[in-house]
């Protein structure tokens, strides 16, 4: 599992990414299951997630984030990155970010993909 915190800090609200392998939507709700085992992560606002299977499907969901889901399937669609979980996790802080909300999902599924290249 790769975990990097505090990724993005914006107008109260924190940022925080996390992966790793995954290969079906079971190995997906186990990811999930072990990320909220820290009761950090059980209580964030929103942990976005999605993934590509093996054979190219996206799977997804917004947790509340509604169209977060589908910034990182299009992030991990150009890097042909399959086989994957990315799970963009928010605490909000009090203020609306708007559109920033979309950009701050970008950049943290940057953030993991330029790790998970780093090998």
Known sequence: MIKLEGVITDRGSKYSVSGGPAESRADADAFLKALKRNKKYARATHNTWAML????????????????????VRMLE????????????????????????????QDCTRAYLDEVAKG
């Open 78 to 105: 150009r890097e042909g990155l399959l086989g994957h979980i990315v799970v963009v996790t928010r605490w909000y802080g009090g203020k609306h970010l708007g559109g920033d909300r979309f950009r701050h999902v």
């Open 53 to 72: 299977l093996p054979d190219g499907t996206p799977l997804k969901a917004d947790d509340g984030e509604a169209g977060a889901g589908m910034v990182i």
